[in-house]
């Protein structure tokens, strides 16, 4: 027990404790003890953070030494905001302080900026990567050299890919509104989605796209959820990708189904939801997976809505969003399937990368 810090904040008038790397919570001063006695028992916390998602991450935070704000997530959500501030003796105990949040509005993404600490091993992961294989094709014939220089440049794609991902749903789970712009909507996506075939090269994913109408959404936003939810079926499917798209009677309506790689049928709950896997690959990597998240949270800015289902060995995303009333919105910069490949940092770059360049690693 670091007794400094305890005799530090034993008068202080906010809510602190000592927690360990097990979620329970060592010793918690007069004001926690006053305002939240429940939550500052022994196990309270533990039983704060309900799901064994969180009590993993709260775990991390503690054994890494990782500082983060976050609020556990639990029926009805709740308006604390946990703090967690690495002590100097890092490894064993971490400073928790607690506090109601007045700005707090509930949103499905449950963590907010604690998805950092989720997503700080990808980031680590990856950026070594590119320097190791930088470093490889240094030292190798051109054949070697031109392999290796690939596989860091798709290391870098995903870097840049998990880094949007955080900013977007760090903009979207704080309130932030789409960028409405206004074109005709089929052909927007129709080049998209003419970049991600000619990227990819495979007779598995085949797309339709139709409708007349000049939809006024965020069309860079929704053409990135439909690019993450292409990237989703190529992580998760069998390889068959059905991709639909329609711009009518006022909406747009983008599906992408695939054939399930494994047994059982997951749920909208399983899968939207911005957590961390449970499992540590042998490096100790784990990875953040927050994609259907982000394509959950674009799409309720909109005013629209997100679709699971699974049957018969078949799992679907449909996503629903209406056009906006806006009579000022802008154009939106329309990019055929050329400029989108010529552009490695182009959405469809970002996202695709990494499916593009597996088969030549």
Request: hydrophobic share 40%; charged share 25%; with cysteine.
């Amino acid at each position: 027990m670091n007794k400094d810090i305890k005799e530090m904040y034993e008068q202080a008038k906010y809510p602190a404790a000592l927690v360990d790397a097990n979620s329970y919570i060592l010793w918690a001063n007069s004001a926690a003890r006053e305002t939240y006695p429940e939550l500052f028992r022994r196990d309270g916390l533990r039983k704060l953070a309900r799901f064994s998602d969180e009590r993993t991450l709260i775990s991390r935070l503690v054994r890494n030494g990782i500082g983060a704000t976050l609020r556990p997530r639990q029926i009805g959500y709740t308006n604390l905001q946990l703090t967690f501030t690495p002590l100097p003796d890092t490894g064993k105990e971490m400073l928790l302080t607690v506090s109601a949040d007045k700005k707090y509005a509930p949103c499905s993404a449950g963590f907010g900026a604690g998805i950092v600490a989720c997503a700080a091993p990808a980031v680590r992961d990856a950026v070594a990567q590119v320097c190791d294989n930088i470093d490889l094709a240094r030292g190798s014939d051109a054949e070697n050299a031109r392999k290796a220089l690939n596989r860091a440049l798709s290391c870098c794609s995903e870097l840049v890919s998990t880094v949007d991902h955080m900013e977007m749903f760090a903009k979207l789970s704080s309130g932030g509104t789409p960028d409405f712009t206004v074109c005709d909507t089929a052909e927007y996506f129709s080049g998209l989605m003419d970049g991600v075939s000619r990227m990819l090269k495979t007779p598995r994913l085949t797309y339709n796209v139709k409708g007349g109408e000049r939809l006024v959404i965020d069309h860079e936003l929704m053409g990135r959820a439909l690019l993450m939810l292409i990237a989703n079926a190529l992580e998760h499917g069998d390889g068959e990708i059905s991709v639909n798209v329609t711009a009518d009677e006022g909406e747009l309506l983008m599906s992408v189904s695939n054939g399930l790689k494994y047994d059982g049928a997951p749920s909208q709950d399983d899968v939207v939801k911005p957590y961390f896997s449970f499992t540590e690959d042998a490096a100790g990597n784990d990875r953040i997976g927050i994609g259907l998240t982000v394509v959950d949270l674009a799409a309720k800015a909109h005013g629209g809505s997100i679709e699971v289902s699974s049957k018969e060995g078949e799992f679907e995303v449909s996503v629903r969003v209406p056009s906006s009333r806006t009579d000022k919105a802008p154009d939106a910069v329309m990019r055929t399937e050329q400029q989108y490949i010529a552009d490695r940092f182009s959405p469809i770059s970002v996202e695709m990368e990494k499916y593009r360049r597996n088969g030549e690693m």
